[in-house]
């Protein structure tokens, strides 16, 4: 009688391209990336840091409600959107902006989603950072967790039975491997054999909550062996080591019609959110060198400068220009109109309800008994 073992004996590796200082590694294999692309990847990284700061200021300013960053993760987003096709279909969480940004997402449509105005797709019915896009492919914005891994399976499914040469990513944290939903997700995609990528950015916090208090095994890439996954563990910091992995899952997804996880190991440096205060659970040093040595923007900015891609002079540049813009782009954004109070009760049923109708009603009759609790800028 023999007992399969609660663990191996040795951890499984993580697949690197990139030293943290920028310079390859010697002998390591990895899908190669035109200059193009290249420059293209590290701008939008830069801009997507740039973005945050700006938009996290803005929060603390009072000018928006809430916002989120993905500070310290830029690379995972913006590498693994390069890799993949504008037909596939995203499923994301909530750190995933940089797909939208490499698909061609304004800042100026950043900044209306972030103020809730009439050019917010989702009409200001949403939290601020709650993007969506069907132009680009990309499912709005959930917050409730993990929601999204069993539809993505759904999804890749019916891209399979319309015989489609696209696959479907759906991105979640470490946090969200404890929901029943990854699971449901996992197993469905694998029984249905579904073009699905799971990408699980395991950045050490969900929330205040360790990844040592959320699982004993070796991280998340080993949970796909037991649904019969196809999985590897790459390091989300190193920008061409996503890519080169994203591309290979995406082949072997399409091709194969079969789901592929793939954990990137990373680092959350700033706070969950505006609502959090990380340094009340986790020591400032540690995050400090998160920060500084382990940094995905630093580190994809020495390569591509080091092969000569890449000058101080276009950093330079690059940096005011989308400081520019940006700036511009939330002085529009607060200054165009609210969506109306009518809003509030469309799009969810072609003739509403009797019961949505009364509330409206009731709505209505509140503002009127008292107009100074009601803001003063939303059309009724």
């Known amino acids: ?74 690379a995972i987003s913006i ?25 061609g997402f304004t800042l100026q449509e950043f900044a209306d ?12 019915r949403q939290m601020p950072i709650h ?23 759904g999804i890749a499914y019916s891209l399979k039975m319309d015989n489609k040469k696209a696959c479907v990513v759906s991105y979640i944290g470490d946090g969200g491997t404890s929901e029943g939903d990854f699971h449901a997700g996992l197993n469905f995609a694998a029984v249905m054999e579904a073009p699905v990528i799971f990408f699980c950015r395991n950045n050490g916090w969900a929330i205040s909550t360790n990844v040592s208090e959320q699982f004993r095994s070796d991280g998340i890439v080993v949970k796909g062996r037991a649904y019969g996954i196809r999985s590897i563990r790459v390091d989300g910091n190193d920008a061409l080591a996503v890519y080169s992995a994203v591309s290979a899952a995406r082949e072997m997804a399409i091709n194969e019609q079969r789901p592929i996880l793939i954990e990137a190991l990373t680092y959350r440096v700033g706070h969950h959110s505006t609502s959090d205060d990380s340094t009340k659970y986790r020591q400032l040093d540690e995050i400090v060198y998160w920060k500084k040595a382990r940094d ?56 509403p309800p009797s019961n949505l109708e009364e509330q409206e009603k009731h709505l209505r009759e509140t503002i009127t008994r008292h107009p100074k609790d009601y803001p003063s800028d939303i059309s009724v």
Not at 22 to 41: H, N, R, Y
């Open 296 to 351: 995905p923007v630093n580190r994809f900015r020495n390569w591509v400068q080091n092969i000569g891609w890449w000058s101080e002079q276009q950093e330079t540049q690059l940096r005011n220009s989308v400081r520019k813009q940006l700036l511009e782009a939330i002085q529009v954004a607060e200054k165009t109109e609210k969506p109306p109070l009518s809003e509030f009760f469309t799009d969810v049923y072609d003739h």
């Open 131 to 153: 993007y969506g896009s069907k132009k680009h492919n990309f499912f709005t914005i959930s917050s409730p967790i993990a929601t999204q891994l069993p539809q993505a399976a």
């Open 1 to 74: 009688m023999s007992f399969i073992s609660e663990s191996s004996q040795t951890r499984v590796p993580c697949y690197r391209v990139l030293e943290d200082d920028g310079d390859l590694i010697s002998d390591c294999d990895f899908q190669q990336v035109s200059k193009e692309v290249a420059v293209k990847m590290y701008s939008n990284m830069v801009t997507l840091q740039i973005m945050d700061n700006i938009f996290y200021e803005a929060q603390r300013q009072g000018r928006i409600s809430f916002y989120l960053t993905s500070a310290g993760e830029e």
């Open 113 to 124: 989603q972030c103020f809730g105005n009439k050019a917010d797709y989702g009409k200001g």
């Open 79 to 103: 590498a693994s959107a390069a890799a993949l096709s504008e037909q596939d279909i995203i499923l994301p969480q909530y750190r995933e902006p940089g797909v939208l940004l490499w698909r």
